[in-house]
T-cell receptor, first 110, second 119 residues
């Protein structure tokens, strides 16, 4: 079983839509969670960290569900510029090991 | 966020040559850096974890003699692709781990990547 699993998509949504991605992780000892965004032919860029209490940054909201071992990313009022691949990253604290999901591709269309 | 640079951004070389890629953390010290490879439309693949002052830890299936990693300082790690062949052509990305915030959370910041084309 993979450490981190994501639906590869693609999610094709119109501008203005709300879209949500989930990501499941297998190691219950995982303690740090992140969402990264990767544009085509570019490096991943940190979108947001995911805290136990949830985290909101503008149109983006991330949630953590430890009981079910998943994290989610909600994007409201999608923009064309949100089109990218969203990577879920999980790490076990102090083991300096980060596990990446394979990414979920989002296409926002006019 | 923290800044990681990578050099060169693009390399075209002949088969059989060696290519060195540098990864630098510009505004923080990184005891750990990571090297990834990514083929077109595929996910990132971790190649090795580079620890300052010690030997790198390679992932299964990655040849350590083929991909030489040196992490001689807290701000610089290098990856050398030795005797490169066309199948080594890929997008190589480094990242550096920064510890910050409450509870010492570690976050990875990525360099801009190096596109290697071996002819």
């Amino acid at each position: 079983r993979k450490e981190v699993e994501q639906d590869p998509g693609p999610f094709n949504v119109p501008e203005g839509a709300t879209v949500a991605f989930n990501c499941t992780y297998s190691n219950s000892a995982s303690q740090s969670f992140f969402w990264y965004r990767q544009d085509c032919r570019k490096e991943p860029k940190l979108l947001m960290s995911v805290y136990s209490s949830g985290n909101e940054d503008g149109r983006f909201t991330a949630q953590l569900n430890r009981a079910s071992q998943y994290i989610s990313l909600l994007i409201r009022d999608s923009k064309l510029s949100d089109s990218a691949t969203y990577l879920c990253v999980v790490s076990v604290y102090n083991f300096n090991k980060f596990y990446f999901g394979s990414g979920t591709k989002l296409n926002v269309k006019p | 966020g923290a800044v990681v640079s990578q050099h060169p951004s693009r390399v075209i070389c002949k088969s059989g040559t060696s290519v060195k890629i540098e990864c630098r953390s510009l505004d923080f010290q990184a005891t750990t850096m990571f090297w990834y490879r990514q083929f077109p439309k595929k996910s990132l693949m971790l190649m090795a974890t580079s620890n300052e002052g010690s030997k790198a830890t390679y992932e299964q299936g990655v040849e350590k003699d083929k991909f030489l990693i040196n992490h001689a300082s807290l701000t610089l790690s290098t990856l050398t692709v030795t005797s490169a062949h066309p199948e080594d052509s890929s997008f190589y990305i480094c990242s550096a781990s920064e510890t910050s915030g409450h509870g010492g959370r570690e976050t990875q910041y990525f360099g801009p990547g190096t596109r290697l084309l071996v002819l």
